[in-house]
């Protein structure tokens, strides 16, 4: 597993853009497809989108699709998700995760072992 830390949350208004990072630790981040999922108050914990471990493929949620894009540097260690024209029904909580490539599709939402604690976004109108 590795730990992560996300950085970035805040209170926006719609239209605007934020930058979430999540920084991890280890020596064996390279291997790992990246997620980034988001729960919002009273709903089930939803898949924002994933980086596969080479940061060559990504998926999206149809909800974020052409809004969000999610980049990984790693030679530093770190996923970023950039969101753009963001909407009040993006308000959520929005965690970073980690899952070991050989553990599925880089497009899966399932089998992410590593979570960070996670960083609040809030989209007033």
């Known amino acids: 597993q590795v730990q992560l830390v996300e950085s970035g949350g805040g209170l926006v208004q719609a239209g605007d853009s934020l930058r979430l990072s999540c920084a991890a630790s280890?020596?064996?981040?390279?291997?790992?497809?990246m997620g980034w999922f988001r729960q919002a108050p009273g709903k089930e914990r939803e898949l924002v989108g994933t980086i596969s471990s080479s940061g060559g493929s990504t998926y999206y949620a149809d909800s974020v699709k052409d809004r969000f894009t999610i980049s990984r540097d790693n030679a530093k260690n770190t996923v970023v998700l950039q969101m753009v024209s963001l909407k009040p029904e993006d308000t959520a909580v929005y965690y970073c995760?980690?899952?070991?490539?050989?553990?599925?599709?880089?497009?899966?939402?399932?089998?992410?072992?590593?979570w960070g604690q996670g960083t609040q976004v809030t989209v007033s109108s």
């Open positions: 280890g020596r064996t981040f390279s291997t790992y497809t």
């Open positions: 995760a980690a899952r070991p490539f050989w553990r599925g599709p880089y497009y899966s939402s399932e089998n992410f072992d590593s």
